[in-house]
Each structure stands twice: as C-alpha cells, then as structure tokens.
C-alpha cells in the first residue's frame, strides 16, 4: 500500500507543511492544525483520490432553531458567519479551485450544504471545470421543527458529487450501493437520521456529520488504501470513517476545540483497530434498516490455510456503536452482513 508521505511534500516554492496535530501509529490518519486555503495552497498537486468537504454554510445571522426541544442560537462560530453574497461566494471559489488541483485525475469531490451556500458551490464547480454526478438529497428523517411557522421544515440537506473533470473516470461502486439498497439501484434520495448519542460520546461538534452519511460516500467512491482528504474536518468523521474502510485520511481543522474533539475519536478508533491487527482492509456490509437489536455474522477467509472460520455477534441498541466499529474492520478475502431488527 502507499505510503501517506506524498502529502507530506509541499508544492514548489510553497513553505513546508507543518508538524501534524495528530497522526496514527501507521501514519494513515493524519490531522493538521491550520487555515484550510493557506494549507491547500501549500499541498502537492494531485495528491489526493477523494475529497470530501463539509464547508461553511455562511448561516450563523443571529438566528434560532430548536434543540432537544429547547430554543438555541444557530451561530456556530466567527468562521460560520457570512461576509456577503460575493465574500462567501469567492471564498467557495478559492478552495474548491485549490481542491481542483489537489485531486488525481479521476478523483472525485463531494460537498454538502443548504440553500445558504449549496447554490454558490455548485455554480463555483461548473465554473471551475468539475463535473457534477449527482445531487443528492439528505433527508434528516426527524428534523428539528420550524419555530418561526412561517416556512416548511427544513427536512434535508443537498450533497454535491463531482468529478474533477469530465475527461474523469470516477470510482463508482455499483453493485455495492445497489446491495445497500435491498437489490434495487440507490436513488439520490438518502433517508439517514443525524448522529446518535454514541456519535457524540467524545463531545458535540455543531455541524457533525452522521457515521452513516459519510461511510456511504467512502464506500461508494473510493477503493482500500485510496488517499482521502477532508479540508474542513471538525470532529473528523470522514476519519474515522476511512479507518473503518482502510482508506487513508487527512483532516484540516483551525480550531483548537474540535480537533482535540477529533483525536479523541481517531484515537478511539485507532485502538480498536489495534485490537485487531490482521484486520484491515474493508468489507462490504449491508444494513437493513436502523435501531432495535443488531446481530453480526462474517466469514473471513484465513491468510494460512484455506479453510473459513466464522463467528456472529450480537448486541443490545446501547452497544450497536461498538459493533459496528468491529463490524467494518476486515481481513483480506473478507465479507460481512450486519441485519437490524
């Protein structure tokens, strides 16, 4: 497998890259601790298989919504509020151009948003010389309710899924997605619910991703060992989601708070990798369904001999977290079925 380091050399004439905030013991997981645009910029061309950025939405204006029932302000941060149409507008130039060249010719992007800055990116992309493949939509299933009454709900979320260029021949795992979908082809509809409470053990981050969300985009557009990078990476589930899959990952977060966030979840999943030495490279999983009581079977073909050995795991809905992290780990030759009741 290659090795991380071909990002660890600058762009000529550009300044070296700095110490990683964190890195795995196998440097497959790296964080850096910087502006996005200025370490992009410093990064080699056509280093990286996938992209995937979960920017700023530009929608902290000093507004509400509702949490857990309570009323809260939607400001995340200083680095979340809008510095007018034409500011966000070419800040979503600078870095998805930076991300253009970041991205190996048949790489692909992704990007989500709303409608605060999703229309920005994506005429940026077409701008810019990117493909699009698709615009999907994230349907939260159980969003928070409108407390203005004055609008709908606020139900999903786009994804925009774009190839560098239309001269691309992008990773599409077909046959994958397909078998997600109980055998039929997987629509640009996404039914996925935000994250859970075992998401957020480590601590909350305001825009976290959910698990599902990003271990359907790694596995659909990426192949083990395949490098991915995630410029706004916050509490790093895109990582952790490549050190389920076996693919490598490096992260770029400004803030202090989320990236000791971050390698508190990378670190956690380091060791549960460790816990299992021989098992790297990822499976195929078919989920069926969420929550109630989950129940794990896998065959896993032994690297000296050549018979198979089996074993099933089962578990209560508290500790389905724990499982799955187990689940997704995989030796060679290996495959796997996780069933939800």
Same mark, same amino acid.
């Given at each position: 497998m290659e090795t991380l380091g071909i990002v660890a050399e600058a762009r000529p004439g550009y300044a070296a890259l700095p110490t990683p905030y964190y890195s795995s013991l196998d440097d497959s997981l790296r964080l850096y601790q910087a502006d996005a645009l200025? $370490?992009?910029? @410093?990064m080699k061309g056509e280093s990286f298989d996938m992209i995937f950025a979960d920017p700023p939405y530009f929608l902290s204006n000093g507004g509400i %919504?509702?949490? &857990?029932? @309570?009323?809260v302000s939607v400001d995340k941060g200083q680095w979340d509020k809008s510095q007018g149409m034409l500011g966000d507008h070419s800040f979503n130039i600078l870095w998805l151009d930076q991300c253009r060249r970041l991205l190996r010719p048949n790489g692909t992007l992704w990007v989500t948003g709303t409608s605060h800055n999703i229309y920005s990116v994506g005429h940026a992309l077409q701008t810019l010389g990117y493909?699009? *493949?698709?615009?999907? &939509?994230?349907?939260?299933?159980?969003p928070p309710p409108n407390l203005a009454c004055r609008y709908f709900t606020h139900a999903t979320e786009t994804v925009l899924w774009a190839a560098k260029s239309a001269k691309s021949k992008h990773v599409f795992h077909y046959a994958l997605m397909k078998e997600q979908n109980g055998g039929k082809q997987m629509q640009s509809l996404w039914h996925i619910q935000p994250p859970g409470k075992a998401e957020k053990r480590h601590g909350k981050h305001p825009t976290q991703k959910p698990e599902a969300l990003l271990w359907?985009?790694?596995a659909a557009s990426t192949n083990p060992g395949d490098l991915v990078l995630d410029p706004f990476c916050g509490s790093a589930t895109t990582g952790v989601t490549c050190a389920r899959l076996g693919r490598r990952f490096v992260g770029i977060? @400004?803030?202090?708070?989320?990236?000791?966030?971050?390698?508190?979840? $990378?670190?956690?999943e380091y060791?549960?990798?460790?816990?299992?030495?021989? $098992? !790297?490279?990822p499976i195929d999983i078919s989920l069926h369904g969420w929550g109630g009581n989950a129940a794990w079977s896998a065959n896993r073909r032994c690297s000296n001999s050549s018979g198979l050995s089996a074993w099933t795991f089962t578990s209560s809905p508290l500790? %389905? !977290? @724990? *499982?799955r992290s187990a689940g997704t780990r995989a030796g060679r030759g290996m495959s796997a079925r996780c069933i939800w009741g």
């Open positions: 200025d $370490l992009l910029r @410093r %919504t509702c949490v &857990a029932g @309570r009323m493909k699009i *493949l698709n615009d999907i &939509a994230w349907y939260k299933v159980n359907r985009i790694v977060e @400004r803030e202090e708070e989320h990236l000791q966030l971050a390698v508190k979840r $990378l670190s956690d060791a549960l990798e460790a816990q299992q030495p021989s $098992l !790297h490279i500790s %389905t !977290h @724990r *499982l």
